[in-house]
């Protein structure tokens, strides 16, 4: 993640938590955090709570962000590895768990529109062993079809979207429930999945078996021995292949219909 | 084929249906696709590939540093020794292994077991070049509640803190100094075998001290078996004749688990060492208290054994006030005969005799010619304390490290040194684990008989970050014991300029281990000056020819 992204990144984090810019430069960034903000990423729980005992004037402290290094002023340096980038990056995914939007589109004869609801995942594969990868999958299910479409985030991307529905526009009733969608997503993961190369998970066995035929070597057939025990549950956990599905973000989307017919090939 | 299986995480679903059924309240467009973003940053595309340096910024870990971290986590599976010579940056290499680990998510609870002198700078590096969150263990409830707790191996085998540590889930642990850990029969071994090693790493820069078993050991502890049982290792590599093709096969395995750099193999311009010695000339009284112990090796045995000889030759040789301490010590024995009792006496006389230390003069001198700072080795406590009271006689402030001192002490006499004093005068113990890269010059005030120790020294200020040629000083008295040790072995063999990695092999490889205990044998049992010197001439040559061999098969690999 370049310098600049990550200024850009703070600039949107901060502006969609209505938070006040107070000064702003190439690689500097000077904001006025909310109340909510404050509790958010500041840590003083003993102020906020001190303060509503007492019924006092909230004061929600500034932060100066720097993410050019050259910038001779005092502020936090954030840079990729910075905690508080992290601390950022985890505030936004709780902050934005779920979502519910509706295409807005110019009708020039205020002319009444359908919309078709989907349900929207965002989801993380982690494959883990000794090793570790992710997969980020973006899938969407037309709750009236039962189409599924791949990368949906990124078609999303291109729609204009808005939290209240369009004054023409009225939504069509989803036919799957979103429970039950979440089930048909959940399907469409482990099908997709099943699909994927195993050689990884294939060879961690292979170097789990290993370091196992040697610890029982070692232990000779004595495996009532505590160490045995704790070695072999170490190794377990060093190599043992699995893979695990996060749901990063989701929501329901209101859509002009048209997509569901390029469904993605399951 | 097994199966793997795909857990999903249902807590999102609940808080999502939870939504629905309370229509809202929902996200803002804004932060949820930023949201996205931020996962697109940190989701890791591959199983191979290293991506702590990319979260590092303010770091430039050396090429060889960074192979060493892609090595543990791609060929060995997260479980290594770490072995690089004294001051190439093991820590570092370590901070990015744990590193990698924890942005991957694989590991999140880290046990640092170090030597107590150790603990705040390992909390300080980790916090400060890899932003990771490393608490030092003070009181009981860091166990449990910090994730990276950094404590002394002595604190944590104790109860109440060993149960508490055996409770928590460690994903990975590292030792420093793991050398300390040879004996399988101590405390400290069988406290870290029962821990839980899910990633591991020993960090040290003398892997091989001594004998074989304590290379068993040390892998045995990491990944057991991976040298065989026990019983095996003994039949297979002990007792009997040297069989190259056994000893290949050794190194193989032990290459498998350890990452060992030498300065040589770094690809880096390195300080030179300029190594100069010293040679001192007693004063008369010197001169007649050395040669009076000298002579109890014509003694009968019954009074011989009671003396250790080569010990006090070696404690006259630093300073009569450490002779002294060891003579007043056999004093307060019991079973004394009269001979023996008078003769203590007439050396104790003796050593009040002599007015001068010919070697603290020399030191003396040396030091007020040289602009910078100095440290000062020597073995003995006595001499440590005789040299800061000699040294404040003349005006030149000095600082005493000892190993016994506490962590805080410690880190608090380095920066008085660095600050406000000339000289640092250490005891061999306190070598170990704290970097004086700012100080260029080291006087070996008398020289430790294993070679090893030496590289210990000389590795406190030739490492990472030493910016000036390094000067070595070797006092030696002249026709004594000191004498034999220098220029008969340390000199003949290169040992201040050449690389201890290769000396550590080639002791291996002959049996010679235990060198202090060799040259010992010899100093005592010779019968003339010409045998001490035929003998330690032998050892030089043997030594020297493993060496050309070693460097001849080093240029083909």
Not at chain 1, 20 to 48: H, S
Not at chain 1, 50 to 77: A, S
Not at chain 2, 80 to 93: N, S
Request: net charge neutral.
């Amino acid at each position: 993640m370049h310098q600049e992204n990550i200024h850009n990144y703070l600039r949107s984090y901060f502006l969609a938590n209505d938070c006040r810019i107070l000064q702003e430069k190439p690689g500097l960034l000077n904001v006025q955090l909310t109340i909510e903000l404050d509790k958010e990423l500041m840590n003083r729980p003993f102020y906020w709570h001190y303060l509503e005992k007492t019924g006092g004037t909230p004061r929600p402290m500034t932060l100066t962000l720097i993410t050019n290094q050259n910038i001779e002023e005092n502020g936090e340096f954030v840079h990729f590895g910075a905690p508080r980038l992290h601390q950022i990056f985890s505030s936004t995914k709780k902050l934005a768990s779920s979502i519910r939007l509706y295409e807005d589109v110019q009708t020039s004869y205020q002319q009444q529109y359908p919309l078709h609801p989907w349900l929207g995942l965002n989801i993380k594969i982690s494959y883990q062993c000794d090793r570790k990868k992710h997969r980020l999958l973006s899938l969407g299910l037309h709750l009236v079809s039962g189409a599924v479409v791949d990368d949906f985030h990124n078609l999303l991307l291109k729609k204009a979207l808005t939290p209240k529905i369009p004054d023409y526009a009225f939504t069509v009733t989803p036919i799957i429930k979103p429970e039950s969608g979440l089930k048909r997503l959940e399907g469409v993961v482990e099908m997709l999945l099943a699909k994927e190369d195993v050689q990884w998970a294939e060879e961690a066995r292979l170097r789990w078996a290993s370091d196992q035929h040697l610890l029982d070597q070692f232990y000779q057939g004595n495996t009532n021995d505590q160490r045995y025990e704790v070695e072999k549950e170490a190794l377990r956990k060093q190599y043992e292949p699995t893979i695990t599905a996060e749901i990063i973000n989701g929501g329901i989307f209101h859509l002009v219909p048209g997509i569901e017919s390029q469904p993605y090939p399951t | 084929m097994l199966k793997t299986e795909l857990q999903f995480n249902q807590e999102w679903t609940n808080h999502f249906l939870k939504q629905i059924d309370e229509d809202g309240p929902w996200a803002n467009w804004e932060l949820f696709k930023l949201a996205i973003e931020a996962e697109n940053h940190r989701a890791i595309p591959s199983f191979t590939g290293l991506q702590a340096p990319s979260h590092l910024p303010h770091l430039t870990p050396h090429p060889y540093q960074l192979e060493a971290a892609r090595r543990v986590v791609e060929d060995m599976n997260g479980k290594a020794i770490l072995a690089d010579e004294v001051g190439l940056g093991k820590t570092i290499e370590a901070g990015l292994i744990i590193k990698e680990y924890m942005i991957r998510g694989l590991v999140k609870k880290v046990l640092i077991l170090v030597p107590a002198s150790l603990v705040s700078q390992w909390a300080i590096e980790l916090n400060t070049k890899f932003y990771i969150p490393a608490v030092v263990q003070r009181k009981s409830y860091v166990w449990d509640q910090c994730d990276v707790v950094v404590s002394s191996i002595d604190t944590a085998k104790r109860e109440p803190h060993r149960s508490i540590v055996y409770e928590q889930q460690y994903d990975m642990v590292i030792i420093d100094e793991a050398h300390r850990l040879k004996n399988s029969r101590t405390k400290n071994y069988e406290f870290v075998q029962h821990l839980p090693k899910k990633f591991c790493l020993l960090l040290t820069a003398t892997p091989v001290q001594n004998r074989l078993d304590e290379v068993f050991n040390l892998v045995s502890l990491l990944k057991p078996g991976h040298l065989g049982s026990f019983e095996n290792f003994e039949k297979d590599y002990k007792g009997k004749e040297k069989n190259p093709e056994d000893e290949e096969r050794l190194r193989t395995l032990i290459q498998k688990v350890m990452v060992r750099n030498r300065r040589e193999d770094t690809g880096m311009d390195w300080p030179e060492r300029i190594v100069k010695t010293i040679p001192i000339t007693f004063s008369p009284e010197e001169e007649d208290l050395y040669r009076s112990v000298e002579a109890l090796k014509k003694e009968p045995i019954s009074t011989r054994s009671q003396f250790s000889i080569i010990t006090l030759l070696r404690e006259i040789c630093s300073s009569r006030e450490a002779a002294y301490m060891t003579l007043k010590k056999m004093l307060e024995k019991e079973a004394l005969d009269e001979v023996t009792r008078a003769f203590i006496h007439s050396l104790i006389k003796k050593i009040e005799g002599v007015s001068t230390n010919s070697k603290a003069q020399k030191a003396l001198e040396l030091i007020q010619s040289i602009e910078g700072k100095v440290i000062i080795f020597t073995e003995y406590r006595a001499t440590q304390l005789y040299l800061q009271w000699f040294l404040k006689e003349h005006g030149i402030t000095s600082v005493p490290f000892r190993g016994g001192f506490k962590r805080g002490k410690k880190d608090w006499m380095r920066e008085l040194f660095k600050n406000h004093a000339k000289v640092l005068i250490a005891t061999e113990a306190g070598g170990e684990g704290i970097n004086l890269q700012f100080c260029q010059h080291v006087i070996n005030y008398d020289l430790p008989w294993n070679p090893m120790r030496i590289e210990q020294r000389i590795g406190r200020i030739h490492r990472l970050g030493q910016e000036g040629d390094v000067h070595i000083y070797n006092f030696a008295t002249k026709h004594t014991v000191e004498e034999h040790i220098l220029t008969l072995l340390y000199e003949k063999i290169q040992l201040f300029e050449s690389v201890i990695g290769q000396l550590d092999e080639i002791l291996t490889r002959l049996g010679m281990r235990d060198i202090e205990k060799h040259i010992s044998d010899i100093l005592l049992h010779s019968e003339s000056e010409g045998e001490i010197r035929i003998k330690m001439d032998n050892m030089k040559e043997l030594i020297n020819y493993q060496k050309e061999d070693s460097d001849a098969s080093r240029k083909y690999s």
